[in-house]
């Protein structure tokens, strides 16, 4: 595992988009921490539990609980809808 120290010293040998992924990479995990421990208290907010990913309609996934979600062809109607909307 790399260390804090080990990261810093090879920091300035990436290039400036992998010094980018790497701030991204940081800014997505600090940010899994806040939502954990707003949900559940400091005790879970250990990030390694959940998975970000990079769209934000992803990160917000299982946030909300629904008591009855909707069905695939409900979802279908609800895009098809959505989509005549926008482009008539």
Do not use: C, F, W
Request: aromatic share 4%; proline share 3%.
């Amino acid at each position: 595992m790399t260390t804090y120290e080990e990261i810093v010293e090879r920091l300035p040998r990436l290039t400036v988009e992998e010094q980018v992924e790497l701030l991204e990479t940081i800014s997505r995990t600090l940010r899994a921490r806040m939502i954990v421990n707003r949900l559940y208290g400091s005790a879970r907010a250990d990030a390694s539990e959940i998975t970000i990913t990079e769209g934000s309609a992803e990160r917000l996934l299982g946030i909300i609980k629904t008591d009855d979600p909707p069905s695939d062809e409900e979802v279908d109607q609800i895009r098809y809808e959505h989509l005549i909307k926008k482009y008539s």
